[in-house]
């Protein structure tokens, strides 16, 4: 006997339309669906209750599942068991009943409903139902690349900043261009594979560094992820491709002699440029984090100013004296007023963050770099670099090393000792006394 469920699970993407003859007693009442009001941690199901010949009395009958709870939205589980639902009650008045065989009605809905792709997959004779489902769910239409890639650019939209997402959006870009170009028969998600990745990432290594590529693998990793995640796909294999050693670049610190002829340049020819560079010398604000800056976020009172962090949604810092001296009046201002708009301090700019972040460091390329003829590894974000050593250095004249880095957290914001401590190895903050008298020693 045909297990009456999976034949409904079969039917799910079938319309078969006939007449509701009302005038005939139902021996079923409607199909409901029970949403769990609507937690999904719960099973969601089709019910209904079917007259026992044998009572005469209406029964309920085993709910109908399906794959409805593999989905993760109330909308996507709802809108399957609406299919099911109806496609159960076209069922029920067509005679199907779940206390008969119902394999001669099967056959003829399986035979009249079949489109030419779905002939071939009616099985041999002695197959079972459960062979047919199986068949069915393998054969559903798969997922074009783009859309997949779409559906998870939207659900990262939610998560992550507008910023990310258009790295995103450019990496996504290029790589379908590539795939276009050169794998033109991989249409849908399900032929994607490691392999034509690999490929890819190869291509990007050929054209730009080890660093670029591992940068293409991770953000490629991570839409890959929402879609495992959402059981669009059954793995993430990116995660099995490895990340390249690579060389960072850094940004060199300046010497005492190029950072006071920087500022006494600037004092004369570029004052809103100086005062930029100051927030991030003294306030040690990585360059994105200045461009963020409203009049708002600085607190006139308390001399604080709050902003956006790269390792936290809000983060206060005080505003040091030596800082606070350079500001206007502030009061001025409108409160939603950039802090650096362009040529001036206060104002509107209708661009993108990155654009501004982008005009700041072009502005000194043209006004400093050239000037004093610095290399490619003087930027910026050079002047953090340059004030955290000198703080630290400052600071462990006068207390042990772990007594100037527990001060010194409080003011550049790291998160962890660890990473402070990473972050003045890496700049070579941390340097050792004179060894000379171990030197002499060993020679002796």
């Given at each position: 006997?045909?297990?009456?469920?999976?034949?409904?699970?079969?039917?799910?993407?079938?319309?078969?339309?006939?007449?509701?003859?009302?005038?005939?007693?139902?021996?079923?009442?409607?199909p409901?669906?029970?949403?769990?009001?609507?937690?999904?941690?719960k099973?969601?199901?089709?019910?209904?209750?079917?007259?026992?010949?044998?009572?005469?009395?209406?029964?309920?009958?085993?709910?109908?599942?399906?794959?409805?709870?593999?989905?993760k939205?109330?909308?996507?589980?709802l809108?399957?068991?609406?299919?099911?639902?109806?496609?159960?009650?076209?069922?029920?008045?067509?005679?199907?009943?779940?206390f008969?065989?119902?394999?001669?009605?099967?056959?003829?809905?399986?035979?009249?409903?079949?489109?030419?792709?779905e002939?071939?997959?009616?099985?041999?004779q002695?197959?079972?139902?459960?062979?047919?489902?199986?068949?069915?769910?393998?054969?559903?239409?798969?997922?074009?690349?783009?859309?997949?890639?779409?559906f998870?650019?939207?659900?990262?939209?939610?998560?992550?900043?507008?910023?990310?997402?258009?790295?995103?959006?450019?990496?996504?870009?290029?790589?379908?261009?590539?795939?276009?170009?050169?794998?033109?028969?991989?249409?849908?998600?399900?032929?994607?594979?490691?392999?034509?990745?690999?490929?890819?990432?190869?291509?990007?290594?050929?054209?730009?560094?080890?660093?670029?590529?591992?940068?293409?693998?991770?953000?490629?990793s991570?839409?890959?992820?929402?879609?495992?995640?959402?059981?669009?796909?059954?793995s993430?294999?990116?995660?099995?491709?490895?990340?390249?050693?690579?060389?960072?670049?850094?940004?060199?610190?300046?010497?005492?002699?190029?950072?006071?002829?920087?500022?006494?340049?600037?004092?004369?020819?570029?004052?809103?440029?100086?005062l930029?560079?100051?927030?991030?010398?003294?306030?040690?604000?990585?360059?994105?984090?200045?461009?963020?800056?409203?009049?708002?976020?600085?607190?006139?009172?308390?001399?604080?100013?709050?902003?956006?962090?790269?390792?936290?949604?809000?983060?206060?810092?005080?505003?040091?004296?030596?800082?606070?001296?350079?500001?206007?009046?502030?009061?001025?201002?409108?409160?939603?007023?950039?802090?650096?708009?362009?040529?001036?301090?206060?104002?509107?700019?209708?661009?993108?963050?990155?654009?501004?972040?982008?005009?700041?460091?072009?502005?000194?390329?043209?006004?400093?770099?050239?000037?004093f003829?610095?290399?490619?590894?003087?930027?910026?974000?050079?002047?953090?670099?340059?004030?955290?050593?000198?703080?630290?250095?400052a600071?462990?004249?006068?207390?042990?090393?772990?007594?100037a880095?527990?001060?010194?957290?409080?003011?550049?914001?790291?998160?962890?000792?660890?990473?402070?401590?990473?972050?003045?190895?890496?700049?070579?903050?941390?340097?050792?006394?004179?060894?000379?008298e171990?030197?002499?020693?060993?020679?002796?």
């Amino acid at each position: 006997m045909l297990n009456f469920n999976k034949i409904i699970t079969f039917a799910y993407d079938n319309e078969y339309d006939t007449a509701y003859d009302l005038k005939i007693k139902k021996n079923f009442s409607t199909p409901k669906i029970y949403n769990a009001k609507g937690d999904l941690t719960k099973r969601w199901y089709v019910y209904f209750s079917f007259r026992d010949p044998e009572t005469g009395k209406l029964k309920r009958m085993t709910p109908i599942y399906g794959d409805a709870n593999s989905y993760k939205t109330k909308e996507d589980r709802l809108q399957v068991l609406t299919q099911y639902r109806k496609t159960l009650i076209k069922l029920l008045n067509q005679g199907f009943s779940p206390f008969e065989n119902n394999t001669e009605s099967f056959n003829h809905l399986k035979n009249t409903s079949s489109t030419p792709e779905e002939i071939k997959l009616v099985p041999k004779q002695n197959a079972t139902i459960d062979k047919i489902v199986e068949i069915k769910i393998d054969e559903e239409p798969k997922m074009s690349i783009k859309e997949a890639f779409d559906f998870s650019i939207n659900y990262k939209t939610k998560l992550v900043s507008v910023t990310t997402i258009r790295s995103y959006k450019n990496r996504i870009d290029y790589f379908l261009r590539w795939l276009s170009k050169t794998h033109p028969e991989i249409k849908t998600i399900d032929k994607l594979t490691k392999k034509v990745v690999l490929i890819f990432l190869n291509a990007v290594l050929d054209r730009t560094t080890a660093r670029t590529r591992n940068n293409y693998r991770t953000e490629l990793s991570s839409i890959i992820q929402v879609l495992e995640d959402n059981e669009i796909i059954k793995s993430n294999f990116i995660k099995k491709i490895s990340v390249l050693k690579s060389t960072p670049n850094r940004n060199k610190t300046y010497s005492q002699e190029e950072q006071e002829s920087i500022f006494k340049y600037l004092e004369q020819n570029d004052k809103v440029l100086l005062l930029f560079i100051k927030f991030i010398s003294y306030n040690f604000l990585r360059p994105i984090e200045v461009c963020r800056l409203q009049i708002k976020d600085i607190n006139i009172k308390t001399r604080t100013v709050q902003f956006k962090a790269k390792n936290s949604p809000l983060k206060t810092k005080i505003i040091p004296d030596l800082l606070w001296k350079e500001l206007p009046d502030l009061t001025q201002f409108n409160p939603d007023d950039l802090l650096f708009a362009r040529d001036t301090i206060g104002g509107a700019w209708d661009t993108k963050l990155n654009n501004r972040r982008d005009f700041y460091s072009k502005r000194f390329k043209t006004v400093v770099k050239k000037k004093f003829n610095l290399g490619i590894d003087y930027g910026l974000y050079s002047f953090r670099h340059t004030y955290i050593t000198k703080l630290y250095r400052a600071m462990v004249k006068d207390s042990s090393p772990f007594e100037a880095k527990s001060k010194l957290m409080l003011i550049t914001g790291h998160s962890t000792m660890s990473a402070l401590e990473k972050y003045l190895r890496d700049i070579d903050a941390e340097l050792p006394a004179d060894y000379s008298e171990m030197l002499k020693n060993i020679n002796e």
